[in-house]
């Protein structure tokens, strides 16, 4: 019976730590056996995605590729950067002998972008979506050692991805061109996180949703089951972070599919989550047969905490606090969409706390759970985003974008999977799309209400925004915000006035001052969620300085290796100047629950980060952070009587950002 764990990254003993991304890739949901099946795969490209008709699914395949790693990146061995329209892979894997008798499940962190799944030459799965999580059951062809002493079985898996730059099809910001440009990056093709199996009971969990109800001191949670059997029970029990028991319950399994319960946490045992206490519950879950055995169990994590709207403010835990969120696009030099390792996930939480953010839009791209689960660890706020980047159809602008039904599949598989990590403070399906609003009813129109009313559906917890900048267009969004970059302080705070009357700042079409993308502000929380994106590259601002080539002119000749917005600073005081006034405006304005500032990082071209792409300092994050660092005008208390202390805030000064040990945040809260 596995206990709640003090980290659930441990390696199985009979796994080498040479293996690739060795860390259990789904901590929210810990069960204690499983393999890891990253490593050296065979690998093929296939041109022509002719490679079945040429039986490749029956053949050896003469190429090698490093699992979980794309083959466009560095760290797969191969590097290729061309396009590739579909690519296999191949492995034999030991299918364990004590796993005989149970099911097999064969679980991708993510394949790019529609995969096909064979075992042993049968088909056995096929998932479309680049971003999102899948499992196909191996059934009756691996079941483990059937004889004592017997070593396993051994299964051959072969995967087949196809991945096209023509169409619809959410890519987030893979580029559709052969080389990178404006903030577009290397494409991923096939499998980019990581590849793992598991053995299960005939009756066992799926994943479990856990809803905090700070208001009452609960959990509520409902635990959906593979199938029903007379007598089977389901308990829990919750473990606060010192693995001491907290409550106990049990319930029937053989009556609802999706047996739920309430774990009442006692009064003096409430230890809500938040930034700057991310206190973590534990939930030992089993499942019980007629006979009082425990035929499956599996640790879930919980943190206690509310999220709540109050006319135009945004609270969390009842509280008013203004969210200083940074743009993470998640793209690393070697790895491209994937982390090199786990501390590389920890290092980027660490480093935008240490510039003063407590949080971050996770930026077209699904990001790997782990990252979440490390968000949890760390009290870092998080919006939830899908890759809708994509759907431009190359028609007029009145039907210029189309995205397809999968968007709203694979987004309810992000929805899925990330639902229980109390991190993620809201949605956001769409981004920057852009269309006219007219008087007939368009796909766009569809696919974003569509998207809006399932995430509301999965989720009624968190706040939805209905597409981040540009076109609003349903009515009753949660949230409402823009994105600008313009980069004179003055003429920003001009933009940004208006949100005390109702009248924020609504992004216009600037290429036709007459069409209208969105509908009517109705009085929703707001929040700038794009801004900044200043232009810093030291070494181009010096090479430029003193020179006639320092002007607009130059900067574009620029743009191809180096990337941003507006015209590029002269010097870092100018730079650390227009980010305290960018920032000073949405700082100063009471109405206004956060904002999110272009960017973490470099990515390639795109050279507005705070960090270079590789992570290292480029000017001096004690100055952003003290820019930051001061209280919000949103953050004040309404009155003299309000029941609100203190904003939420993290300490980032306790990050050091030149330290070089990546997973310690010096308080024990990081995984090491």
Known sequence: MPQPPTDPTATPSDQSNTVPRPEYPRPGFVREEWRNLNGTWQFAFDPGDSGLERGLVHQELDGRITVPFCPESELSGIGDPDFHPAVWYRRTVRVPAHWAGRRVLLHFGAVDHDATVWADGREVGRHSGGFTSFTVDLGDVAGGGREPGDDGQEVVIVVRARDTPHGPQARGKQSVEYANSACNYTRTTGIWQTVWMEPVAGVHLHRPRITPDLGSGAFHLELPLSANRPGHRVRATLRDADGDAVVRADVPADLDLAPRMVLAVPAGRRRPWSPRDPHLYSVLIEVVDAAGRVSDSAVCTAGLRSVAIDGKRLLL???????????????????????????????????????????????????????????????????????????????????????????????????????????????????????????????????????????????????????????????????????????????????????????????????????????????????????????????????????????????????????????????????????????????????????????????????????????????????????????????????????????????PASVDPADGAPGDDGDGRAER
């Open 317 to 651: 835990n009842g509280r008013p606090v203004f969210q200083r969120l940074v743009l993470d696009q998640g793209w690393y030099p070697d790895g491209l969409m994937t982390a090199p390792d786990d501390a590389a996930l920890v290092r980027d939480i660490e480093l935008s706390l240490a510039a003063g953010f407590n949080g971050a839009r996770l930026h077209q791209k699904v990001f790997e759970e782990r990252f979440l689960h490390h968000a949890d660890r760390l009290g870092y706020l998080v919006w939830g985003e899908f890759g809708d980047w994509g759907c431009a159809s190359g028609t007029t602008t009145r039907d210029n974008q189309r995205p397809t039904a999968g968007y709203t599949a694979q987004w309810l598989e992000a929805l899925e999977r990330d639902y229980s990590h109390p991190s993620i403070v809201g949605w956001c399906p769409l981004n920057e799309t852009h269309q006219k609003l007219h008087d007939r009813q368009t796909v766009l129109d569809d696919v974003t209400r569509s998207m809006f009313l399932a995430t509301k559906a999965a989720d009624r917890s968190r706040p939805v925004i209905d597409a981040s900048g540009y076109s609003h267009r349903v009515a009753e969004t949660d949230v409402y915000d823009s994105h600008s970059y313009e980069q004179d302080p003055s003429l920003f705070r001009a933009q940004m006035a208006g949100l005390d009357k109702d009248a924020p700042f609504i992004n216009p079409d600037e290429r036709d001052t007459d069409a209208v993308w969105s509908l009517p502000y109705r009085g929703q929380p707001y929040f700038c969620s794009e801004f900044g994106g200043i232009w810093w590259n030291p070494e181009e601002a010096a090479a430029h300085r003193d020179g006639p080539q320092n002007d607009a002119a130059a900067d574009d000749a620029d743009r191809s290796v180096s990337w941003g917005y507006g015209q590029r600073p002269r010097t870092e005081e100018e730079f650390q100047q227009r980010f305290a006034g960018l920032t000073g405006v949405l700082l100063d304005d009471p109405y206004m629950f956060g904002y999110c500032y272009t960017q973490l990082t470099d990515v390639f071209q795109e050279q507005n980060g705070v960090y270079r792409f590789d992570r290292t300092p480029k000017l001096d994050v004690g100055r952003l952070r003290a820019a930051q660092e001061r209280r919000a005008a949103f953050e004040e208390p309404a009155s003299e009587d309000s029941a609100f202390e203190d904003p939420e805030s993290v300490d």
